[in-house]
């Protein structure tokens, strides 16, 4: 369908100020200025790609194989996993290519194409977050309730709302994106993202810019608003339980989720909410490797090290192995 569509947009010669201008392919400059250790950069992000995939990888098995992870915050986990997957599998095989290949080039459709699935799958990852956070919130401020608010069904139509609800607006904004002259096809990027695309085009594109920003603060700044009010409240109901070790536990279950919150918001908010003159390619180029690479990397070594029912399931699940 995505192609389908992109198809229909493909570029056309177009006159911009008497020059002609028709980009049909783009090159991913991404690492280029670092020709000495193309081959280091490989070894690097091929490590993290496998670290990835086996660690979020474990955390997908053992929610569904032990009965104590049958829980509806291990659920949302088990989602959040499957999305670090899909979400680095957007950029870092692109990456991997081209550090192998040297070939740098990507067809327009193929740029279109992926922006739009890191897009689409970006916006899951903040919804995810914030669904992560109403399920702390009633489990913690409203626990004799938890098993009938967040029951199966609500589960699984909070996840399914994550997945889907920023298909249709990041569609659009690919196509506005795309719909633009570009004066040259030059990426100074790893992947195709909008900020140095935005960068390439001819004319105003402050209309553009405006579309971002409020894209950005819908999918970015709400998600973030409202799990910073549901960890008020979490903290607020905390420090009122008497026990000791009923606040240490209840902070333990929701000191991971906090940090990958602060990790991925951090950055992407620097990212697309900052204004254009204050783009680098080099600070974009940091803090995309942080929030598409870094973040998902750490992510299992987080809520694994944080949780001792993860931990302990993964021990009885490689024991299994080695028996």
Same mark, same amino acid.
């Given at each position: 369908?995505? !192609?389908?569509?992109?198809?229909? /947009?493909?570029?056309? $010669? =177009? #006159? ?54 049958? #829980?509806? /915050?291990?659920?949302?986990?088990? !989602? ?9 599998? +957007? ?10 290949? =040297? ?6 459709? @193929?740029?279109? #194409? ?8 970006? &916006? ?8 992560? &956070? ?22 699984? =139509? ?7 609800? @920023? ?5 659009? =904004? #690919? ?17 195709? $993202? ?20 409020? +894209? ?29 070790? @009923?606040?240490? *536990? ?9 940090? +990958? ?14 204004? *254009? ?5 080099? %600070? ?24 001792? $029912?993860?931990? %302990?399931?993964? *021990? ?8």
């Amino acid at each position: 369908m995505l !192609n389908s569509l992109f198809s229909q /947009m493909l570029p056309r $010669d =177009q #006159t911009i100020e008497g020059n002609l201008s028709s980009v049909v392919a783009f090159v991913l400059l991404g690492f280029s200025d670092l020709p000495n250790i193309q081959g280091f950069l490989f070894g690097i992000f091929f490590l993290i790609y496998m670290s990835i995939l086996i660690g979020n990888g474990l955390i997908i098995i053992i929610t569904r194989v032990d009965s104590v992870l049958q #829980t509806p /915050m291990y659920f949302f986990l088990a !989602n959040f996993s499957s999305l670090e997957i899909c979400y680095v599998s +957007v950029t870092l095989p692109r990456i991997l290519v081209n550090l192998w290949t =040297q070939d740098r080039s990507i067809s327009w459709l @193929g740029c279109a #194409t992926q922006m739009c699935f890191f897009l689409m799958l970006g &916006a899951t990852e903040c919804f995810l977050l914030a669904v992560m &956070a109403y399920d702390r919130y009633v489990a913690i401020c409203n626990p004799l309730h938890y098993p009938l608010i967040v029951n199966h069904k609500m589960c699984v =139509q909070l996840a399914v709302g994550a997945w889907l609800s @920023g298909i249709p607006v990041q569609i659009g =904004q #690919t196509c506005q994106v795309f719909s633009l002259p570009f004066c040259s096809n030059q990426i100074n990027h790893f992947f195709c $993202d909008i900020p140095p695309l935005i960068k390439l085009a001819c004319g105003d594109t402050s209309l553009n810019e405006m579309c971002v920003f409020a +894209v950005a603060i819908l999918f970015v700044m709400i998600p973030f608003l409202f799990i910073l009010g549901s960890y008020v409240k979490i903290i607020s109901t905390i420090l009122k339980l008497s026990s000791a070790r @009923g606040r240490s *536990k209840a902070f333990s279950t929701c000191s991971s989720h906090i940090i +990958v919150v602060l990790l991925f918001f951090g950055s992407a908010t620097i990212t697309y909410l900052r204004p *254009k003159s204050n783009h680098s390619a080099r %600070t974009d180029k940091m803090l995309s490797l942080f929030y598409t690479i870094v973040t998902p990397m750490f992510n299992p070594l987080i809520y694994s090290l944080r949780n001792k $029912d993860v931990i %302990t399931a993964l *021990k009885k699940l490689l024991l299994k192995k080695t028996v």
